[in-house]
């Protein structure tokens, strides 16, 4: 059974720093290109960064040049360095995993960025 599973999250204050992990379980993780997206309060859930099996990697234009994506095949997990936070950063985030046809989804963790 593939499952998902975030964590990381956090308050910080502006201009601080997170990282995210996705953990991932059931066999699918080298295959599968991975996301990380974030849902705030009253707005859609907005795609933030992805990388694929290869490890080449996209961003949102609201976080280029502050967060970066990783994944490392060997313990499964996918990462998420976030740095010079805003508020409007405020959100939860989740992973998520493409697998062929096959999406999956971790419940997302929480992070809040305030003074």
């Known amino acids: 059974q593939v499952q998902l599973v975030e964590s990381g999250g956090g308050l910080v204050q502006p201009g601080g720093s997170l990282r995210l992990s996705c953990a991932a379980s059931?066999?699918?993780?080298?295959?599968?290109?991975m996301e990380w997206y974030r849902q705030a309060p009253g707005k859609e859930r907005e795609l933030v960064a992805s990388?694929?099996?290869?490890?080449?990697?996209d961003y949102a234009d609201s976080v280029k040049g502050r967060f970066t994506i990783t994944r490392d095949n060997a313990k499964n997990t996918m990462y998420l360095q976030m740095n010079s936070l805003k508020p409007e950063d405020t959100a939860v985030y989740l992973c998520?995993?493409?697998?062929?046809?096959?999406?999956?989804w971790g419940p997302g963790t929480q992070v809040t960025v305030s003074s």
């Open positions: 998520k995993a493409a697998f062929g046809v096959f999406r999956y």
């Open positions: 059931g066999n699918i993780f080298s295959g599968s290109v």
């Open positions: 990388i694929t099996r290869g490890g080449s990697t």
